[in-house]
């Protein structure tokens, strides 16, 4: 597969661990969700992308996340 920006094969897969936080002022006293997708980078130009994991991206559809549900995505 080449990278979608360059076309370059020059491509390697790394894990990663990333916080998202809600945007706005409103999500202020929303917690950051962490997810840990695998990053596949261009090592050619940059270009970088991920899925974000099914249990993480739960959380991220969840109007109002509550510190509960992220405690029980992340311990259970």
Do not use: Y
């Amino acid at each position: 597969m080449s990278c979608r920006s360059c076309v370059s094969g020059n491509q390697a897969e790394f894990p990663a661990e990333m916080m998202l936080h809600f945007r706005g002022l409103k999500n202020v006293n929303k917690p950051p969700i962490w997810i840990f997708p695998t990053v596949l980078v261009c090592l050619a130009c940059g270009f970088s992308e991920f899925v974000a994991p099914k249990s993480e991206l739960a959380l991220l559809s969840d109007p109002t996340p509550t510190l509960e549900s992220f405690a029980q995505s992340n311990c259970g």
